[in-house]
């Protein structure tokens, strides 16, 4: 019952467990048992949150600038079905306003993360960090036991566990903003001489089972994590160049013996690597999808579309996010995520503030995640826990630089 009040008078947290809720409800009907529709529960919730975060959006301030873009994006979907209308095709509509709602719910809950209190959104990153430790139970519930419901990868031999999370893209990148969490804490701790036992432990036992979930995606993150570490901690440039390019050289002379080993890993069903070759293997066949789509957009694009974009994601889908955002809303696209991140996330420092420095390597690091394996700012678990976590975050190093000048 004290549970029951607090949720109800904590209500940015209360929506956040139910999205992770219905996120969960759905991935055990689609794949524990024989219930079929057209749209699952968090497909219900999302909407109902989309409305929710629009009602919310049109009550903030400093919402100017997102509007702006807001109506950017808006405007190019119209002129796409305008420019499409002669081959109108309902199924298409609908699969492109499903991904818009996407695009629009990350940016219209920009302004309401801002505006909220230090407090409130210090609350909601305590509970997300505390949702993660009640996730790894899970994950290792499912390791242990090989339960299906917990895979990455349900009802396939394809090794990878995300506990209550949905697809594997969202395990990834749940991970990836926990450990950007974890790490950027750390740091901060280390920095000012006050890091507890507990903290170093909770960061290494993450980073650990992160490499559980089974995606490349994740690999590559934890990876970017140690060479930032090892940047910080080597100042001899002189030794840092040698270590990376060390690593460099080891994994130049056992490259095949590594990737090999990765697909066993992973128990993949077929040979990609020795079909496709490395970039394949590394994109897990983007590049494939890649070449099919621009050869598309080549043979049927007009000028407008490069502009304007537009194509059926049902067909050409490439799940890099750069080129799915250039896929949908065309040049104008890019250009508006370009001011988005660099307007209400990237940190401009000065070349001694250490924590805005490591805030851009981490955001980086995250947005080049998003670039390889796509789902980033097109799907609305991530966009929220993304909004949520790096908007903390800088307002933590933005705090750490002006303490710092005080002194």
């Excluded at 065309?330 to 420092?349: D, P, Q």
Aim: charged share 15%.
């Amino acid at each position: 019952m004290n549970l029951f009040r607090y949720l109800i008078k904590n209500k940015e947290l209360c929506l956040i467990l139910l999205l992770v809720t219905f996120n969960f409800v759905t991935k055990y009907l689609i794949y524990e048992t024989d219930f079929t529709c057209e749209l699952y529960p968090s497909a219900y919730y999302k909407a109902f949150l989309f409305i929710l975060v629009s009602i919310a959006f049109f009550k903030q301030s400093q919402k100017k600038k997102i509007a702006v873009y807001v109506l950017v994006l808006l405007s190019v979907f119209c002129l796409d079905i305008v420019f499409s209308f002669k081959d109108y095709d309902q199924h298409y509509f609908t699969n492109r306003s499903y991904y818009l709602i996407k695009h629009l719910f990350f940016l219209l809950l920009i302004p309401i993360v801002l505006n909220l209190e230090k407090k409130v959104l210090d609350k909601i990153i305590e509970a997300i960090i505390i949702l993660a430790r009640i996730n790894l139970v899970f994950v290792i519930f499912g390791v242990l036991f090989q339960l299906n419901i917990f895979k990455s990868y349900p009802n396939s031999l394809r090794f990878g566990y995300n506990g209550l999370l949905p697809i594997q893209g969202a395990g990834s990148f749940f991970y990836v903003f926990i450990i950007t969490l974890l790490y950027f804490r750390f740091y901060q701790s280390l920095k000012n001489k006050t890091v507890k036992r507990f903290q170093v432990i909770e960061l290494i036992v993450f980073a650990l089972s992160s490499l559980m979930i089974g995606t490349k995606s994740i690999y590559l993150f934890v990876s970017f994590v140690f060479m930032i570490d090892l940047v910080i901690r080597l100042n001899k440039k002189k030794e840092l160049i040698l270590m990376l390019s060390s690593f460099l050289i080891v994994f130049l002379l056992f490259k095949d013996r590594i990737i090999y080993k990765i697909q066993s890993f992973q128990n993949l069903k077929h040979d990609i690597y020795g079909d496709h070759g490395f970039l394949t293997f590394v994109t897990s066949k983007r590049d494939l999808l890649l070449k099919k789509a621009f050869n598309f957009i080549g043979e049927n694009w007009s000028f407008n579309k490069y502009i304007t974009g537009g194509i059926d994601f049902r067909l050409y889908r490439v799940e890099f996010e750069i080129i799915d955002v250039f896929l949908f809303f065309g040049i104008t696209g890019i250009i508006v995520y370009y001011l988005v991140f660099k307007s209400f996330f990237a940190i401009k420092y000065v070349k001694k503030d250490q924590m805005g420095m490591l805030y851009n390597a981490l955001f980086l690091s995250t947005l080049f995640i998003g670039v390889l394996s796509g789902n980033l700012v097109s799907s609305i678990a991530n966009s929220t826990f993304f909004c949520l976590i790096f908007i903390f975050l800088k307002r933590e190093a933005v705090s750490s630089f002006v303490e710092n000048n005080k002194l």
